[in-house]
């Protein structure tokens, strides 16, 4: 990966705390736009991309594909941000997309998590889309994409956060991988 884009990582966390000193309300777009690259959900498809099929993926090519932040990756980052952000937060880190869109709009909390809702299925869509228009030479990369855009699906399951909050996640990798489905 190219150091150019752990730099540009790190310029979107500084710009995250210094919205944070601040006490900056940005608009929903401004958010939006920020906080999907520091999701850094884009970061982990290439890093993800290393370990599928004992690195065979890995190709100059497919990390190129993937840095070049086509839809598929956008889109990506945008359910990482959206299901997370429907997650009541503790109010010390930047405001979410959720209090953004409050802010903006003039809308209560419901409305506001509706809205990114339908935001997060338009991000799916995508998703979607690109996955069925994708060139062959970047199906594993897709796949990759893809399946780690799922597990964004479980850890945030009904308004959970797994990821922060992980103590429930026993039951759910019990019933992923070892309670059987009924057919």
Known sequence: MHNNFFKQLSEYYHQEAQWSSDKY????AEHVELSVMSSAYP????????GVHDGAAATVEAFEWLASM???VRASGEVAR???D???????DI????ECYMAEHGVGSEAAVAAVATLAEHAWRTINQASIE???????AT???VNLTWVLEVIYHHGQDLYTFGTDNKAVVTNLFLNPVPV
Do not use: C, E, Q
């Open 25 to 28: 309300m940005p608009s929903f």
């Open 43 to 50: 970061a982990l498809t290439m890093m993800a991309l290393v």
């Open 70 to 72: 086509p839809d598929l």
């Open 82 to 84: 959206f299901l997370n």
């Open 86 to 92: 429907k997650v009541k937060r503790n109010g010390t």
């Open 95 to 98: 405001p979410s997309t959720v």
């Open 134 to 140: 994708v060139n062959h030479a970047w199906l594993l």
């Open 143 to 145: 796949r990759l994409v």
